[in-house]
């Protein structure tokens, strides 16, 4: 007894002794925000002042700079308000919009029956502001930012809801945080990748209100929020690369199925992300438990409670392995129960960065064989003569991948499809096929004839819709100065009107006068 309360005493001691960890220092506050730039600040002078009531008519005044001014609406948002938050939030309060406190906090739950957050969604915060008496303290500035949040959301851009996400978490704008929510939503998809980003993040306030939307959205999962932006290459690039800065554990799958993507930039950027999953330290392992089994039985072991990006990944890989490579790969799981040990022991390691990088060898090559394949059935048809289904099957393969090494053989096959269209007089398809025949070898022995046949064909159909064709003729004149067709063209433009069409044209005006004072003078006798 005398030894144990010696060590306790001792231990007591020892920790008294020992020096305390100075205390971290604080976080350096944020740096202000830019000054708005004199346009910028003109801008938004126009759409806020008011002489009598704030109108949604404002709203474009703010649009029209959004697109590129995107930067501008932030700082405006996050400038220092004249009015303090404990105004604005009671001018808020008089349309009964739902205002957070001071800490972000709502009063009212924000799990919401259905009925109820549709009717959130539908209210519209700038009609209620407009019913208020002009003399409210802090309306200016409330519709404001009002307007700012609903030019940002009207740009369509995912750098717009980023800003649009600080915007609620603000401290000076913190009071419009269920408005920055509701246009988040409606500006979905392009809000996915900065929902996305913030749904993984560390901060626990912002994470929730990020999966909160998300989950309002039905875009919390990967393979949902992917299939948002389909059609739109560049936001489908921009969720990739959130998965990728995140390591997104659910977002493993959905990765994996866009690595072959037939849109080289989406392939790009979805092998970019899946290495981010397989390459550098691993992550950090999942928590462990004895798990409940069949039976109401716990495991004798500890378990892991979830697979890790890297667990998950390595799946994949032995799946695709096994069915495209055809080698023996058994998934491994670390969840397995008592039961399933034995499967454990047989199973295989392997290096994930080195199978995905057969895998991918493995894609590669098939594509090349089908876009081979593709090519000699294009050139087969071209030299049958069917000019029509070979540029058909070119524009397929092009579009999936523009960087063909046999550009100049296609080339050659859209310039005879354009004579042919030339031909024709199809004018409109003509200029199409001659600019892609120079498009696909602009240095070629037939660029120049290509571009100078593109401009005369799209010159002889602008002529055919009764618009000016001349500066098309023109150009291919210019372009081939021995272009007889093109110089004949020009010529008709270039030509000088007769002398007795200007004086026809003056005397009619002349009379037109005369008949117009006639009038006049007898209205007012």
């Known amino acids: 007894m005398r030894v144990a309360l010696s060590i306790v005493v001792l231990a007591v001691a020892s920790a008294a002794a020992a020096p305390k960890k100075k205390p971290a220092d604080p976080p350096a506050p944020p740096p202000p925000p830019p000054a708005l730039t004199a346009d910028e600040q003109r801008a938004f002078d126009v759409a806020t002042k008011s002489e009598a009531q704030p109108t949604t008519a404002k709203l474009d005044d703010l649009v029209k700079v959004a697109p590129a001014g995107i930067d501008g609406l932030a700082r405006y948002l996050a400038r220092a308000h004249a009015t303090d938050l404990a105004t604005r939030r009671k001018a808020l309060e008089q349309i009964k919009a739902t205002v957070p406190d001071k800490n972000g906090h709502f009063v009212t739950p924000q799990r919401k029956d259905a009925k109820t957050e549709h009717a959130d969604d539908e209210l519209d915060w700038l009609a209620g502001l407009q019913a208020l008496d002009a003399a409210t303290p802090g309306l200016g500035e409330v519709v404001g930012d009002d307007l700012a949040i609903r030019a940002l959301a009207a740009t369509k851009d995912p750098q717009a809801a980023r800003a649009l996400f600080d915007a609620a978490f603000g401290a000076d704008t913190i009071v419009m945080r269920d408005e920055c929510g509701r246009y988040l939503r409606k500006m979905q998809p392009y809000s996915l990748p900065a929902l996305t980003i913030e749904s993984q993040g560390r901060d626990f306030d912002r994470k929730r209100y990020a999966t909160y939307q998300l989950e309002r959205l039905d875009r919390q999962e990967a393979g949902h929020a992917l299939a948002a932006a389909m059609g739109d290459e560049a936001l489908e690039i921009a969720i990739l690369d959130a998965f990728r800065v995140?390591?997104?554990?659910?977002?493993?799958?959905?990765?994996?199925?866009?690595?072959?993507?037939?849109?080289?930039r989406v392939r790009a950027a979805a092998r970019a992300a899946w290495l981010a999953y397989v390459t550098g330290p691993p992550p950090p392992p999942a928590p462990r438990k004895k798990l409940m089994m069949a039976g109401g039985k716990l495991t004798k072991?500890?378990?892991?409670?979830?697979?890790?990006?890297?667990?998950?990944?390595?799946?994949?890989?032995?799946?695709?392995?096994?069915?495209?490579?055809?080698?023996?790969?058994?998934?491994?799981?670390?969840?397995?129960?008592?039961?399933d040990e034995w499967r454990r022991k047989k199973t295989v390691k392997v290096d994930v960065e080195e199978l995905t990088k057969k895998l991918f060898d493995y894609y590669d090559k098939a594509r090349t064989e089908r876009e081979a394949a593709q090519w000699t059935a294009a050139k087969a048809l071209a030299d049958k003569g069917d000019l029509a289904g070979a540029t058909a099957a070119l524009d397929r393969l092009l579009a999936a991948n523009p960087d063909r090494a046999d550009r100049a053989a296609m080339a050659d096959i859209y310039f005879r499809r354009g004579n042919e269209l030339e031909a024709a007089q199809k004018w409109g398809d003509a200029a199409a096929a001659y600019s892609s025949a120079h498009g696909l070898d602009p240095k070629g022995a037939r660029a120049t004839d290509?571009?100078?046949?593109?401009?005369?064909?799209?010159?002889?159909?602008?002529?055919?819709g009764g618009k000016d064709g001349g500066p098309d003729f023109r150009a291919a004149a210019r372009l081939r100065p021995d272009y007889a067709p093109a110089k004949t063209a020009a010529a008709t433009y270039d030509r000088p009107r007769p002398v007795w069409m200007l004086y026809a044209a003056a005397s009619a005006a002349l009379i037109a006068l005369v008949l117009v004072a006639a009038a006049v003078v007898r209205r007012r006798a």
């Open 246 to 264: 995140t390591k997104h554990r659910e977002a493993v799958h959905a990765v994996w199925s866009k690595i072959d993507a037939d849109s080289p």
């Open 301 to 339: 072991k500890e378990k892991p409670l979830w697979l890790t990006y890297r667990e998950l990944a390595d799946n994949e890989l032995r799946k695709a392995a096994n069915e495209l490579l055809h080698e023996d790969y058994p998934l491994e799981d670390p969840t397995l129960d008592d039961s």
């Open 450 to 464: 290509a571009l100078a046949a593109h401009h005369f064909a799209l010159g002889k159909a602008l002529e055919a």
